[in-house]
């Protein structure tokens, strides 16, 4: 059995909290343990929290890593920047760690009203991303 994290983004708390369960039931229809879930304020700390994660644990390569969140549309162009810089970031990530990565975040330009219906098809495809990526 593989062990993954879940890292979290709680802006939008309510919703992060049903994707982390969505993304815990699909690990384990995937043979996958959630070792540990990490929430940090929102999307934009995800990668530093992995990093930081991976630090910490003296890690050569990573722990697969699931990431869970929202990037809502705003008035400006911030969230599509913030989108940016996070998929980049995760990017550098995988290939500098050698860690799968599963994309659960939804958006950046995610209006409210998309919202609630991505929860689960993101959460759990960031797992099924995982599992994936792990068989390759």
Known sequence: MS??????????EDETEKMIQYAKDECSKLNL???EVIKVPGAFEIPYAIKN???????????PVITLGIIEKGQTDHGKAIGDVVLSALMKIQFTYDVPIGLGIIGPGAEPEHIAPRLEKHAR??????????DL
Do not use: D, E, P
């Open 125 to 134: 495809a960031s797992a099924n991303a995982v599992r994936v990526m792990l």
């Open 53 to 63: 994660y991976f630090t910490r644990q003296n890690a050569q390569q990573g722990i």
């Open 33 to 35: 343990t959630v070792k």
């Open 3 to 12: 062990r993954v994290i879940i890292v979290a983004g709680s802006f939008h």
